[in-house]
């Protein structure tokens, strides 16, 4: 969060947010990016829990995308293609 507060505008197009992090979550992190931040920087839930209620939570937050690990070239080449 910290270098996204201090980044020059447009220095970063894609975030890659796991959701499950030591210090503070993704959804956490995510709700800080979108809502105190309000930055417009497509951010995409990474995480090993394919679960429905994780997806709602993680659409109800705001994200961009949803997918899941182990994350393929394939899947990753997508994601940024979608959002660039």
């Known amino acids: ?3 996204l507060r201090d980044a020059i505008p ?3 197009n894609l975030i890659l947010m796991d959701l499950r992090m030591p210090v503070m ?3 956490e992190a995510t709700k800080i990016i979108k809502n105190e931040l309000k930055l417009n920087i497509p951010v ?5 829990d394919a679960g429905l ?3 709602r939570k993680c659409e109800e937050i705001g994200f961009d995308g949803f997918c899941t690990k182990p994350l393929k070239f394939q ?3 997508s994601i940024i293609s ?3």
């Open 44 to 48: 995409v839930a990474l995480t090993g």
């Open 25 to 27: 979550d993704g959804l």
């Open 1 to 3: 969060i910290d270098i």
């Open 75 to 77: 899947e990753l080449n």
């Open 53 to 55: 209620e994780t997806k």
């Open 10 to 12: 447009g220095m970063y």
């Open 82 to 84: 979608k959002h660039m």
